[in-house]
């Protein structure tokens, strides 16, 4: 998890300059009837962005020395860096599922404007697609997942493994128990998250969805999409012991 986890402490020092999360994850799935479809995951960056826009328009002096003591010194241009490293890491997996029997069209998503990154692909099937998520667990994450998506024609299930969000807290876990001297970044790293989300939105444009069994599931476009919106370091989800896994009966 060495990657992913130094993917994240990139985040922090991007988001000590912002003083804000304002980071969502998308994953997007479209399964057509006959099991074929389109995958897609996006970093939305952009609220960052915008607030270190704002603070290039910031006078020097506002930004040091304020009421609560801490002086700040604000590199727009490393913070941008830092930001397009972090995004190109994840969006680079092209090269990665080339190759892979049943996908087609595959894009990397790589707009350093207005900070959105990540990738995309068609797939013939979904041992196609859990081919593609097997890769890019171990790659991006340095995770042994076999599985994420099953399909049936009457069912879509969506397992609990390939957790983005839980992925998160462990390279946070493992970073902590690495250096005892990091527990103050680490308080910092899961503030700068709280408000993080991580939405899976799933489109059935050949079924309806008669039920899901996620408690967070929400139908629009007739009952043909389904939303599931979380939030990873959400103390109310917490609670509730969300996750990412559903089973969706079709009509």
Same mark, same amino acid.
């Given at each position: %998890?060495?990657?992913?986890?130094?993917?994240?402490?990139?985040?922090?020092?991007?988001?000590? %300059?912002?003083?804000?999360?304002?980071?969502?994850?998308?994953?997007?799935?479209?399964?057509?009837?006959?099991?074929?479809?389109?995958? $897609? #995951?996006?970093?939305?960056?952009?609220?960052?962005?915008? &607030?270190?826009?704002? *603070?290039?328009? #910031?006078? =020097?002096?506002?930004?040091?020395?304020?009421?609560?003591? /801490?002086?700040?010194?604000?590199?727009?241009?490393?913070?941008?860096?830092? &930001?397009?490293? %972090? !995004?190109?890491?994840?969006?680079?997996?092209?090269?990665?599922?080339?190759?892979?029997?049943?996908?087609?069209? /595959?894009?990397?998503?790589?707009?350093?404007?207005?900070?959105?990154?990540?990738?995309?692909?068609?797939?013939?099937? /979904?041992?196609?697609?859990?081919?593609?998520?097997?890769?890019?667990?171990?790659?991006?994450?340095?995770?042994?997942?076999?599985?994420? *998506?099953?399909?049936?024609?009457?069912?879509?299930?969506?397992?609990?493994?390939?957790?983005?969000?839980?992925?998160?807290?462990?390279?946070?876990?493992?970073?902590?128990?690495?250096?005892?001297?990091?527990? !103050? !970044? #680490?308080?910092? %790293? $899961?503030?700068?998250?709280?408000? #993080?989300?991580?939405?899976?939105?799933?489109? *059935? =444009?050949?079924?309806?969805?008669?039920?899901?069994?996620?408690?967070?599931?929400?139908?629009?476009?007739? !009952?043909?999409?389904?939303?599931?919106?979380? $939030?990873? *370091?959400?103390?109310?989800?917490? $609670?509730?012991?969300?996750?990412?896994?559903? /089973?969706?009966?079709?009509?």
């Amino acid at each position: %998890m060495k990657n992913f986890k130094n993917l994240f402490l990139l985040a922090l020092a991007v988001g000590s %300059m912002s003083l804000t999360s304002c980071l969502h994850i998308l994953e997007e799935v479209t399964v057509k009837k006959d099991g074929s479809g389109t995958y $897609k #995951m996006t970093l939305d960056m952009s609220e960052i962005k915008s &607030m270190m826009e704002m *603070f290039k328009g #910031m006078a =020097p002096d506002s930004l040091s020395g304020d009421s609560t003591g /801490v002086d700040m010194e604000i590199d727009s241009d490393s913070g941008d860096n830092g &930001m397009s490293e %972090m !995004g190109q890491q994840l969006s680079g997996v092209a090269s990665s599922l080339k190759g892979i029997s049943g996908l087609n069209n /595959v894009k990397e998503i790589n707009d350093t404007t207005s900070f959105n990154f990540g990738y995309s692909f068609e797939f013939a099937n /979904v041992d196609a697609l859990n081919k593609a998520m097997k890769v890019i667990n171990k790659e991006k994450y340095d995770s042994k997942v076999d599985e994420v *998506f099953k399909f049936n024609g009457k069912s879509f299930e969506r397992l609990a493994t390939g957790d983005l969000g839980e992925e998160i807290k462990k390279a946070l876990a493992e970073n902590e128990g690495e250096d005892a001297d990091a527990e !103050g !970044g #680490m308080e910092m %790293m $899961k503030n700068f998250f709280t408000d #993080m989300t991580y939405k899976q939105v799933y489109h *059935f =444009p050949d079924r309806e969805v008669k039920k899901s069994s996620n408690s967070l599931s929400e139908l629009s476009d007739n !009952g043909h999409t389904l939303t599931i919106t979380l $939030k990873p *370091f959400d103390e109310e989800q917490q $609670k509730q012991k969300v996750n990412v896994g559903t /089973v969706v009966k079709l009509k």
